[in-house]
């Protein structure tokens, strides 16, 4: 078993990042006893350690609500270190702030740019020594940067010890795929080629940007929620079943399936982008940034060899939902196939709201044998206990288990599939707001065997923003 650390040092702690997601989850992390070693705040801002806490009381109102034990337990556990990410002396600092903490935790919730400079920081001042280290996405813009910010990292932590977040893999319906897939003899033998005929996959946003636009334009949806996000989802959807419950032997099967991708072509990508984003803030009045992609992956393996697995992410769509569609090949009697069969299909919507559904024929009365689609719903209410992302995933890098993180090898397979076609190598195409993307994306869809499922609006979702 993984030693668990004994301090958690946060950089960024000042950031957006630890306001809106940070503190929230710590404050619960103490609540279930999961937190209860010295937490401290690194940051170029001026702060003390009396401001600190007084933004963690400002975040946990805004975010949830203050529970005033916990937060009172972590106020008590904070402290802080003001200074230059570039100069020693804050390192020196930190290390006489880590007192007798010998395994400690450092979480970079800080620009990446910054990762190769705060890493070489911690090991030359002795505060890596036996310590772990969690950084955010994006892990590197392509495979080339990529590797080399793998490369920085292990000049200081071991593989074992670094930890890649990727909140999505926090979610709860996110883990559930590949429960709901591998425990339920329903669906387990079916889950291949021979009865599955296409799988398709939508993160749709009916809101823009926002303030992010100095960061869109250095990623775009490829970079932001395709290569990460969403080839987690195609991961969990398609990969084999791990030979026991190790946390390492999820994370394999994981990489081979991500291995067994082929890298994009040209004609398999379509770009868009909405009409109004180059008056956005921060984003050039010529850019040919996507705010939407459409993907068609092939999996070269025997399980889904012939199944496109389509993928497509946007901003300014018609409703906001990320939705899985897995659709079934038609049976094979004849005498029970109509003209146009109402194939089966599994819908699994991870968000906002959560549902499984499942859409089976039933007979219609009358003397002929013809049915009606008749979809079975099954829709899960979050309960107050449930951990929210980086609540789990903090906890379990506290407790040095890696199974929901992303692997080195996964990232550099993720990367090969996408690289061909990063930049401007597919012209990006424009298209309204409010709707579901360029056109030429349904054109991708109905190659593979018929149009896109457009997710439905859930009944909690706010009105469309201009």
């Not at 669906?187 to 809101?207: C, K």
């Not at 018929?450 to 979702?461: L, M």
């Amino acid at each position: 078993m993984p030693t668990p650390s004994d301090a958690l040092v946060f950089f960024g702690a000042t950031g957006d990042l630890a306001y809106q997601q940070i503190f929230p989850a710590l404050q619960r992390l103490v609540k279930s006893k999961e937190l209860r070693v010295p937490v401290i705040g690194v940051a170029h801002s001026g702060y003390t350690t009396e401001r600190l806490i007084a933004r963690a009381r400002e975040s946990v109102e805004r975010h949830g609500g203050v529970d005033p034990p916990a937060f009172d337990q972590l106020a008590s556990l904070l402290s802080y270190v003001d200074g230059d990410y570039r100069d020693p002396a804050t390192f020196a600092a930190l290390r006489g702030k880590l007192g007798q903490a010998r395994a400690p935790l450092h979480y970079l919730a800080i620009p990446p740019s910054l990762f190769s400079t705060v890493v070489r920081g911690l090991g030359q001042s002795g505060c890596a020594e036996n310590g772990r280290v969690v950084v955010e996405k994006p892990f590197g813009r392509d495979l080339t940067s990529a590797r080399a910010l793998g490369e920085a990292l292990h000049e200081v932590f071991p593989e074992n010890r670094v930890f890649r977040i990727d909140h999505f893999l926090g979610k709860e319906p996110v883990q559930n795929l590949v429960y709901f897939r591998f425990a339920n003899t329903l669906f387990e033998p079916l889950w291949n080629a021979r009865y599955i005929r296409r799988v398709q996959i939508t993160m749709a946003e009916s809101f823009g940007i926002r303030t992010r636009g100095k960061f869109y334009e250095e990623a775009g949806a490829i970079r932001d929620v395709v290569q990460n996000h969403l080839f987690e989802v195609v991961a969990c959807l398609g990969m084999e079943p791990p030979p026991d419950g190790e946390q390492d032997a999820f994370r394999t099967e994981k990489v081979r399936l991500l291995q067994s991708i082929r890298p994009l072509s040209l004609d398999s990508v379509v770009r868009g982008q909405y009409d109004g984003y180059r008056a956005e803030k921060d984003v050039a009045p010529a850019s040919t940034v996507e705010t939407f992609a459409a993907l068609r992956l092939e999996i070269e393996s025997p399980r889904w060899t012939g199944v496109p697995f389509l993928i497509r992410a946007g901003k300014k769509m018609a409703t906001t939902a990320t939705e899985v569609l897995v659709e079934m090949r038609a049976p094979r009697t004849p005498a029970f196939i109509g003209e146009e069969p109402a194939l089966n299909r599994l819908r699994l919507r991870l968000g906002p709201d959560v549902t499984l559904a499942v859409r089976l024929l039933s007979k219609r009365p009358g003397p002929l044998l013809d049915g009606d689609p008749v979809e079975l719903i099954a829709t899960h209410h979050p309960e107050p206990f449930e951990k929210t992302a980086y609540e789990r995933l903090l906890g379990d890098a506290l407790h040095g288990d890696g199974t929901l993180f992303a692997r080195e090898d996964g990232v550099e397979a993720a990367w090969r599939v996408v690289d061909p076609v990063l930049g401007d190598v597919v012209p990006v195409q424009p298209y309204a707001p409010g709707g579901w993307g360029p056109a030429l994306a349904d054109r991708l869809a109905s190659e593979t065997g018929g149009p896109w499922h457009d997710p439905k609006p859930s009944p909690s979702e706010p009105p469309l923003e201009n």
